[in-house]
């Protein structure tokens, strides 16, 4: 089955602008996560949703948002982007009951110029 | 929150050696999931195992919660075994990618 879809791969955005990321998830799972990588910070949380609900946030400013579809595909948002958001972004779905495994996408690279 | 450190943070070793990575968590988890990075950045589950022992192929994997440490294992390693190796934990109960705090990983070069 096909696994976990990101787009786009990669973007280069300008400071001050906002960008929108996609993930499908694989089909029959209901969880999407997302994440940030930096080479400073490492991966962090930004958001899990399940059902078109956010239950689970990290530790990021409101810039950043998301949202789940009655699909289960996901987009998430970040406005008025900053250099410092420049980094890897996954998507990871799952089909959110105990004991099951994260499947990770390959991820957007965001870089802001 | 929980805090995931992970040693060592670089290994390079031969083909063919064995290596121990470990991971020790801060505080009970009921989700721990080893994670191997590839070279274009995508994360490949390897293994869920937030207590007991569980081996697939060379790889094997073993939590003790109690003491909140975990050990992945590689034995006869191969050059496609290089990468960044992460522990995640997370105290969520619904299993996935809900939450995790990820280790800053072990960094494994497999030379030929």
């Known amino acids: 089955k096909a696994g976990v879809t990101q787009t786009p791969r990669y973007l280069i955005k300008t400071r001050g602008q906002q960008v929108t990321l996609s993930c499908s998830p694989i089909?029959?799972?209901?969880?999407v996560s997302w994440y940030q990588q930096t080479p400073g910070q490492g991966l962090q949380f930004l958001f899990e949703?399940?059902?078109?609900?956010?239950?689970n946030k990290g530790n990021f400013p409101g810039r950043f948002s998301g949202r789940q579809f009655s699909n289960s595909r996901s987009e998430m948002n970040v406005s008025t982007l900053e250099l410092g958001d420049s980094a890897l972004y996954l998507c990871a779905s799952s089909l959110a009951q105990q004991g099951t495994e994260a499947f990770f996408g390959q991820g957007t690279r965001l870089t802001v110029v | 929150g929980i805090q995931v450190e992970q040693s060592p943070p670089d290994l390079i070793l031969q083909e063919g050696a064995n290596s121990t990575l470990r991971c020790n968590f801060s505080d009970s988890v009921n989700n721990l999931q080893w994670f191997h990075q590839n070279p274009w950045g995508q994360l490949i589950n390897l293994f869920y195992?937030?207590?007991g022992t569980k081996q697939n192929g060379r790889l094997s994997a073993t939590t003790v919660a109690t003491e909140r440490y975990s050990l992945l294992y590689i034995s006869s390693s191969q050059t496609t075994d290089s990468g960044v190796y992460f522990c995640a934990v997370s105290p969520y109960s619904g299993g996935g990618a809900d939450g995790l705090t990820f280790g800053k990983g072990t960094h494994l070069i497999i030379q030929p």
């Open positions: 195992i937030p207590s």
């Open positions: 089909s029959g799972h209901r969880s």
């Open positions: 949703y399940f059902s078109e609900t956010q239950r």
